[in-house]
T-cell receptor, first 115, second 111 residues
Framework: GAVVSQHPSRVICKSGTSVKIECRSL??????MFWYRQFPKQSLMLMAT?????????EQGVEKDKFLINHASLTLSTLTVTSAHPEDSSFYIC???????????FGPGTRLTVT | KQEVTQIPAALSVPEGENLVLNCSFT??????LQWFRQDPGKGLTSLLL?????REQTSGRLNASLDKSSGRSTLYIAASQPGDSATYLC??????????FGKGTTLSVSS
C-alpha cells in the first residue's frame, strides 16, 4: 500500500510556543489530506480537510487561527499548532488520498505534549 | 449527521476463542467501511476495507461483513491470540469525505 509519513513522531514543547507537524505522501500525489486529533482513550476526530493549493476546511469547533494548515504541494501538508497550551496535548494523525475514489492512507501519528 | 457506534467498548477473552466485534452507523449512504487496529500509543493499521457494493472481506483469521441497509458491520476474529490484543476501530467514509470513526473496542486476549 501507499506510504504516508509524519514528522516528528513525538514533540514536547512549552506552553505558548508553536509546533509544526509535517505529513508527507511518499509514493503518490495526495490531492487531499486530512488532519485528525485523538485524545487519550477517545477516537479520532477530524480537525480539517486540506486540498492542495486551497485553503483548508475546518470542522466546527476547531480554531483555524490556532491550527494553521498548509498544503502547498501534492506530497506535503503541515499543521502548525500556534501558542500551544497543555489542553492541545494530543495525538495528531494525518491521512492522504490521491483522489475522491481512492483509499485514504494514514500516517503513524505525532504525539504532542505541551508543558 | 453520520454517527458510528461500536459495541462492546471492551472485551476480554481467553486465547483460542472466536469473537465478534460490532459496528453500526446511522446513515446507510456510505462509500466504504474500514476496520483498523490501533496498538497503545501507536498509529492505525488498516485491516479490511469493504466497498459499499461488497458484503464481506477476508484476510487471514479476520472476516468483516457489511449490511449497508441495516447500517451494520461485524468483524469476526477466529482463534484469537494474545497478539490480537489492541483497540479495533470501525470507520465509514461518505463519498469524497474524511473517515468517521467509532470509539473502538478494546480487546484483551489472555494466554
Amino acid at each position: 500500500g501507499a506510504v504516508v509519513s509524519q514528522h516528528p513522531s513525538r514533540v514536547i514543547c512549552k506552553s505558548g510556543t508553536s509546533v509544526k507537524i509535517e505529513c508527507r505522501s511518499l509514493d503518490f500525489q495526495a490531492t487531499t489530506m486530512f488532519w485528525y486529533r485523538q485524545f487519550p482513550k477517545q477516537s479520532l476526530m477530524l480537525m480539517a480537510t486540506s486540498n492542495e493549493g486551497s485553503k483548508a476546511t475546518y470542522e466546527q469547533g476547531v480554531e483555524k487561527d490556532k491550527f494553521l494548515i498548509n498544503h502547498a504541494s501534492l506530497t506535503l501538508s503541515t499543521l502548525t499548532v500556534t501558542s500551544a497550551h497543555p489542553e492541545d496535548s494530543s495525538f495528531y494523525i494525518c491521512s492522504a488520498r490521491a483522489g475522491e475514489s481512492y483509499e485514504q492512507y494514514f500516517g503513524p501519528g505525532t504525539r504532542l505534549t505541551v508543558t | 449527521k453520520q454517527e458510528v457506534t461500536q459495541i462492546p467498548a471492551a472485551l476480554s477473552v481467553p486465547e483460542g476463542e472466536n469473537l465478534v466485534l460490532n459496528c453500526s452507523f446511522t446513515d446507510s449512504a456510505i462509500y466504504n467501511l474500514q476496520w483498523f487496529r490501533q496498538d497503545p500509543g501507536k498509529g492505525l493499521t488498516s485491516l479490511l476495507l469493504i466497498q459499499s457494493s461488497q458484503r464481506e472481506q477476508t484476510s487471514g483469521r479476520l472476516n468483516a461483513s457489511l449490511d449497508k441497509s441495516s447500517g451494520r458491520s461485524t468483524l469476526y476474529i477466529a482463534a484469537s491470540q494474545p497478539g490480537d490484543s489492541a483497540t479495533y476501530l470501525c470507520a465509514v467514509e461518505l463519498w469524497g469525505t474524511a473517515l468517521i470513526f467509532g470509539k473502538g473496542t478494546t480487546l484483551s486476549v489472555s494466554s
